[in-house]
């Protein structure tokens, strides 16, 4: 019999600010895949919100399409899912001006990625980077998503999306879905190798806090050699042992061992073992994704009619929404 019931809708985006790191990938990107097979998904390259830190051109351009083939690369099929880049479908920028225009200054004054990027880039704390959020508000309900997949650190984003959706649906009538967050029990916060009490980010500067899904396995290999541990050289999972906390959750998204589990294998044996495993398993894990990427890399026409594809529905889908909004907010809209 033909299964009729209404898939649910998921929305995600990540930003094409450079490679993703291990921590984009196991808090998110993994789960994107995992959920396509039984989703309506859609998944873009968020490069409106990128800039909100100066970039280079020539150099977000690349990147841009390059995060497009790693989506592809992780899994994403671009038949079943809406794989697209953000900036290609403009009802993206239009929703987040009237979003805008429902969000107090209060709210965004109060997020904490607002805070900590304002700290990080305090000669250039831009307006865009202020409203950040409602753009991110726009992404998810122009399309009606019932769950996005995100790491610990956008949930409170979320939270605020959940509210302008909520304030908008009170003025007016029902009129967006109200989100929920998708956050994976382990790998939600993979933090720094370098600095375990910060996330590992793909914007940190030094190399060796972070790993690339496109390192090779000899950099993957030293960078977890030189990770920051502790001075008690026991594998267990302890309040005040951050280093070895974040190796073992890494450890356990990558070979699906539980913590005892962990501890059980490595127990009378050194962190330099264990380090070595944790590289392994990394390796392991991503090699598939750097294979399918230098494979597709290799077919930009392929890549770019992806894109284009994925634009189309986008665009179709997200335009039912901006209408709707337009309407009800009271713009003259002229029939074609
Ligand atoms: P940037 O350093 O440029 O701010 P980022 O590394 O924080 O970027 P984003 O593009 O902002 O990455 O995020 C993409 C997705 O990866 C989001 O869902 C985010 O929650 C998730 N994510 C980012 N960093 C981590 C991390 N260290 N652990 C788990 N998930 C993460
Ligand atoms: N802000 C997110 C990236 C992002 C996003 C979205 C995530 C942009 N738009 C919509 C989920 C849904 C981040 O990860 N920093």
């Not at 908008?168 to 375990?196: C, E, H, W």
């Not at 280093?243 to 050194?270: Q, V």
Request: glycine share 6%.
């Amino acid at each position: 019999m033909e299964n009729t019931e209404k898939k649910a809708r998921v929305l995600s985006a990540i930003q094409p600010t450079s490679v993703p790191t291990l921590g984009n990938y196991l808090g998110a990107l993994k789960n994107w895949a995992s959920m396509s097979a039984d989703n309506d998904c859609l998944y873009a390259v968020a490069d409106l919100h990128a800039i909100t830190v100066r970039q280079d051109p020539a150099k977000l351009r690349k990147q841009t399409l390059e995060m497009y083939a790693l989506l592809l690369a992780i899994g994403l099929d671009p038949e079943e899912s809406v794989v697209f880049v953000q900036s290609h479908v403009p009802q993206h920028a239009e929703l987040a001006w009237i979003l805008n225009c429902y969000t107090q200054f209060g709210e965004a004054a109060r997020m904490t990625q607002f805070k900590d990027k304002s700290a990080k880039h305090a000669d250039n704390i831009n307006v865009g980077l202020f409203s950040y959020p409602t753009l991110m508000a726009a992404d998810i309900l122009l399309y009606q998503a019932d769950y996005v997949p995100i790491g610990a650190d956008q949930k409170q984003h979320l939270e605020l999306a959940r509210d302008i959706a909520e304030r908008f649906n009170g003025i007016y009538s029902p009129t967006f879905t109200i989100p929920n967050p998708y956050i994976g029990k382990a790998g939600a916060r993979v933090m720094s190798l370098q600095d375990p009490t910060k996330k590992m980010s793909k914007s940190d500067p030094n190399p060796k806090a972070s790993v690339s899904l496109l390192d090779t396995a000899d950099d993957i290999r030293k960078k977890f050699k030189s990770a920051v541990t502790d001075s008690e050289a026991k594998v267990r999972y302890a309040d005040g042992k951050d280093g070895i906390n974040n190796l073992m959750a890494i450890y356990s998204c990558c070979t699906g061992l539980d913590y005892d589990a962990i501890e059980k294998e490595f127990d009378g044996k050194g962190y330099g073992d264990f380090k070595l495993a944790v590289a392994e398993s990394v390796i392991e894990n991503i090699k598939p994704v750097q294979d399918k990427y230098y494979e597709l890399m290799s077919d930009k026409a392929y890549i770019e009619k992806c894109a284009a594809e994925g634009a189309m529905k986008a665009s179709y889908i997200a335009n039912k929404t901006l209408s709707k909004v337009m309407r009800k907010v009271g713009f003259w809209q002229i029939k074609k």
